[in-house]
Structures are given as C-alpha cells and as structure tokens.
C-alpha cells in the first residue's frame, strides 16, 4: 500500500457522498470565514470613522494678540475639525448637554473647547502671565475602549498643530525682539563709542582741571601769603592813619588863623613890591646916564682924533692908539666899576622887583586860598578819622579775609587732590568705556538679527523642532493590510484544527495494514495537507482579488502560505494523531498561546517573558513575520530560513505521526472503547 493510495482513500472516503462533500466544502471555507470575512469588516475602520457622532462644544471668546489682532482659535481649530471630516461633528450648545450625550451614549466622546482658549494661547506674550490652553475631552470606555484611543491620537494632533501655529507667532514676535535689541545694541555700541569719546574728553578736561587745581591751590597759597601782607598793611595803615588823623587835628587848629596871617602877607609883600620896583627904576636910569657919558667921551675922542688927523697933527695909528688906551682907561676907570656894579645891582634888583611881584600875586593866591586850604584842612581831617575808622575795619576784615584765604588755601588743595583723584578715575572710566564700547559692539554682532525670511524659517523650527521623517521600508496600505498577516495565519491554523473534526488522523485500515509506519502517516497527514492547499490558496484568492490586499510578491505570498499550511497540517495531524482526542485539546491551547505570542498586534517582545519562549518554539510568529515581508515588500533574506523551518515543523508533526502509527499497530481494549470521545 503507497502513501498515495492511503491518502487517495482516505479523500474518497470524505467525497463519497453528498454530505461529506458538503462537510469538505464547508472545512474548505473556515479560513475564509474567519480571516477573510474579520479582514473584510476591519480592512479600513480609520476610513469610516466620519459615521461616528462626536460633540463640538465651542466656548472660546476671542483674545486680542500682543501685536492688536484678535484670535479666536477655538473656532479655527473647530472649522479645521469639521473640514478634516474625521467624524461626524454635532455643535453642540454646552458643555453639560455635551456630556449627557457622551453618558447616554448619544455622542461617542465631546470635544469641548472653553471660554479663554484664545486668551491662554496669546498668554506666552507675556512673561507673567503665560499659561496653557486646553482641549476639553470626554470619553466613555463604555461606548468604545479603542475610541478613546483613536480620540486621544486626534487630540494629540489637534495640540501639535495649534501649538505649532502658535509658538510659530510666538517665536516670530520673538525673533522680531531679538532684531529689536540687535538694533538698540548697535545704538547702544555707538552710544558707547560716544561715551568713550566723551569720557576721553572728560580725562583731558580733568586733565586741564588738575592743572588749573594745582595752579588754584598755588594762587590759594600766594593769596593766602598776601592777605597775610594785606591784614599787616590794614593795620599798619591803622596806626599811620591814626597818626594822620591826630596831626590833621593839630594842623586844623595851627591853621585857623592862617586866612588872616596870608592876607597882611599879600599886602606887605605888594607893598615890597612897589618899593622894588620904584628902586629898580632909579638904579636903571642911573645906569643909563652912566652908559650915556662913557658913550659921550669917547665920541669927542674919535672925534678930536679926526680933527687930528685931519690937521696932520696925528697919523691914523696914533689915533688908534690914543682910542685903544682910551678904552682901556675907561674899562679900568672907578667909573666903569660903578657902572658895571650899579648894572648888576639893577638886573639884581630887578629880580627882587619880579620875584617880590611874584610873591606879591602868590601872596594874594594864599590869601585868596587859604579859607579853601583851611576847609580842605578840616575835611582831611575828617577823612583822616574816618580813614582811621575804615582802616581799623580793614584790619579786622583782613584777618577775616586771611583766615578765609587759609580756608581757600585749605580747600584749594582737597580740590587739587580731588582733581588728581578725577582725573585718574576718568583715566579708568576712559579704558571701562573703551571696553564697554567694544563689548557691546561685539555683543552686538552676537545678538541674531534675523530677516524676514529667517525669521520665518527660524520660527517654524523653534515652534516644531523635531520633524520626523518617516522613511518605510515596508508599509501597510491599510489597517486590514496591517493585520492581515496575522489573521491569515491564524486561519489558516483554525482551519487545519477544524479539519480533525471530521477527518480521521489515521485510519485503523491502515493501522491493520502491513504498510510501513511512515507510509501510513505520511498517508494520513496528505488529506489534511491537501484540503489546507485548498484553503490557503482560496484565501490567497479572496483577500488579494476581493478585498485587494495587493501584496508586494503574491506568488511567495502564496507558496508561503502553502508551506505554512504544511507545517500546521503535519504539526496538528501528528498531535491529534499521537494524542487522540486530548490532542485536539492540545493543538486549542497551542492555538491561545500563538495567538498572545505570535506579536500579530502588539510587538511579541512587550508580552510577558515566559512568552517569550513560547514565540521562539511555536511556528505562529514566523509565518506572521515572514508575510508580512512578503505583503509589504520588506527584506526577504530571512524567508528561506523561515522555510526550512516549517519544513522542520512538517518533519515534527510527521514524526508524531509515525509514532502514533507505531502504538496505534498494538490495540487494546482503550483502543477500541476510549474513554471519552471528541
């Protein structure tokens, strides 16, 4: 008996009436009913999501902005709800009405957006008051626990791009500060600049003003040492204007009689006058006589002499003679000297005569000036006193004076020291300027001073940071894409288990046969197998052309599916065969533990660790791994491996096989009355 024969058997047994084909056919269809129909109803649940009613509460009442706009944001993000259409958005009046909805189950979950919305998201405008908006959600496990997820995932959303909308506003207003200040800095550097400038010229002033301090404390010093001189002079003028002032008395008093004494003067000396002048007269006409009677003789001589010589009695040389001796005799004669003394006593009288005249008129002047001389006398006298007064006040003024010079000496010199002190400070305010000036000009340049389209760019990024590029490798077209990986693997595991229902592991003809143990079970596992091709390749069918999986390589996709369908078929034949009907137990607790640690929906590596173990020994995991690189088009290195396995898994259950084979040849009286039949 070949394998063939004990498989072909075994088929006919199962097609030999109308019944058992109904009962292939309807095995036949289990993958379907479980993995194509559940793919079907949830191929695209995130699609339809627009059916479900959701509460839309808008309560915001608008905020004016920093720079005058006013923002009502609540009622963007409300009309960008309703546009996206991702559900079925009610408005709704309050937020009381909302949530009865959501508790009764009228509304799926309420979006409530409050009153100051807009006010707390232009708060960031200010450092004092900045605060967050909120995005009022409820939700009802009751109505649906995934629901809540999804919501949270469109609340998610929502947050980020009102976020990103406005910390874009508020980084641009930002940015626009930060070109503010770049500016004033740049005023403040030349302002700085100008500051140094000036302080420079403040040290050169300071400069010039310890100069002009020391020469003050210098003068100070010299005007100290001369109201010194002043204060002795006041004083010694004191005593000599005291002495001036007592001998001015005396002389007013000698001078009272003065007046009177002057005018008997100027008559006594007009009288001496008249008499020197009457004198002088006389002394000159005897003058003149004298002169005229020597004039007179030596006329006749010249003249006798002519009448000598005219008579031959004289020569002309002894005329001449007789003249010279003449004159010489007249020069030396007593008469020449009285003459000559009469001469010199008229011109002397006449200089008594014009000097006593003088006297006389400046006899007449005093007499006419003395009361004048006597007022003025008595005045001085007066104002000798009084100078005696003044000075005596400018003595005590001059000590005052000296001892202010001192104190100006004094202060002259704080002064001079304060001014060296200035001008050494202004010398440190220079440099402090310098550096101040620098410093803000290079702190300047260090502050951003973005343009317009900077600014537009810096403010997109400083709002959303983080981009995240999604680059997939390998991505499911749709929900139904991304579960059906494990779906079609689990049915096609359903549909192999439903198989023992009906279809007997091994037949007890060929158990009595004396076929050899493989032949019998490779024999009994061939029918199971057989209708599993069936199955996964209807289902291969159906979700590739029905609901239009489109998977990246359908033909592996299907041979996959078809080692896939070996491997189950071998492992649960075997079990059920080496088992009986516990193993039918067994193979259902195999099917728990793959379906919690396959990873089909969540990551197999968050399960429990003793999961673990169970996803590295059970096939499940690998067939879900290895379509899913086959429907997304991922890397596909590891499928061969991943085929040898089943093909190790097929050898395992066709093991189990013959070994039931085996103790199936011995019968017992278990054998033939078991004790519970499935």
Known sequence: MTVLRLARSELKRMTGGLLPKLTILALTMVPLLYGAVYLYANWDPYGNLDQIDAALVVEDAGATAGDGTVLHAGTVVADS??????????????????????????????????????????????????????LNVTTNDANNYLLSTI????????????????????????????????????????GAGQLANGVA?????????????????????????????????????????????SGLSILKDKTATLPGDTQTLASGA???????????????????????????LRTRVVESNTRLIASGVLTQAQADSILADFDAVAASSPVAAARTKIQTDAAQIQQLADGSEAVSVGAAQLAGGTPALKEAVAQASGGADQLHTGAATLATGGQAAADGAAALAQGAHKLDDGAAQLEQGAGTATDGSKTLADEIGKG???????????????????????????????????????????FLTLALWIGVFMLVQAMRPLTQRALASNARS????????LPFFTVSVVQATLLTLVV??????????????????????????????????????????????????QLVSSGGTFPWQTTPQPLHVVHEILPMGYVVTGMRHLIYGADLSMIVPTVLGLLGYTALGVAMSTLAVRKGKFWTLKTLKPEIAV
């Open 81 to 134: 709800l309703v546009e996206g259409n991702l559900f079925h958005w009610v408005p709704v009046e309050n937020g009381e009405e909302a949530d009865a909805g959501v508790s009764s189950g009228k509304y799926s979950f309420a979006l409530k957006i409050p009153e100051d919305f807009s006010a707390h998201l232009v708060s960031p405008g200010s450092f004092d008051s900045a605060s967050q908006a909120m």
């Open 201 to 245: 010229a403040l040290r050169d002033g300071t400069v010039t003003l310890h100069n002009g301090t020391t020469g003050l404390a210098g003068g100070a010093d010299e005007l100290y040492a001369g109201q010194l001189k002043l204060r002795d002079g006041a004083n010694q003028l004191t005593d000599g204007a005291g002495r001036l002032s």
């Open 518 to 525: 493989w032949k019998i079970a490779l024999g009994g596992w």
């Open 544 to 593: 590739n052309l029905a609901l239009g999986l489109n998977a990246a390589h359908p033909v592996l996709m299907w041979l996959f599916m078809l080692a896939a369908a070996m491997a189950f078929s071998a492992i649960i034949q075997g079990i059920v065969a080496l088992l009986g009907s516990p193993g039918k137990l067994v193979v259902l607790i195999l099917l728990v533990l």
């Open 151 to 190: 919501v949270d995932k469109l609340t998610t959303s929502v947050h980020s791009t009102v976020a990103a909308d406005v910390g874009e506003e508020t980084a641009n207003q930002l940015l626009t500060g930060f070109g503010t200040i770049h500016t004033q800095m740049v005023k403040a550097a030349d």
């Open 270 to 296: 007009a009288q001496v006058a008249a008499g020197n002048a009457q004198l002088n007269t006389k002394l000159q006409d005897v003058s003149a006589q004298l002169e005229a009677a020597d004039q007179g």
């Open 444 to 486: 300047a340049g260090q502050v951003p001073n973005p343009d317009d389209e900077q600014k537009n760019n810096l403010s997109r990024v400083i709002a959303d940071p983080v981009a995240v590029s999604n680059v997939s490798q390998a991505k499911a077209g749709s929900y139904g894409a991304g579960l059906a990986p494990f």
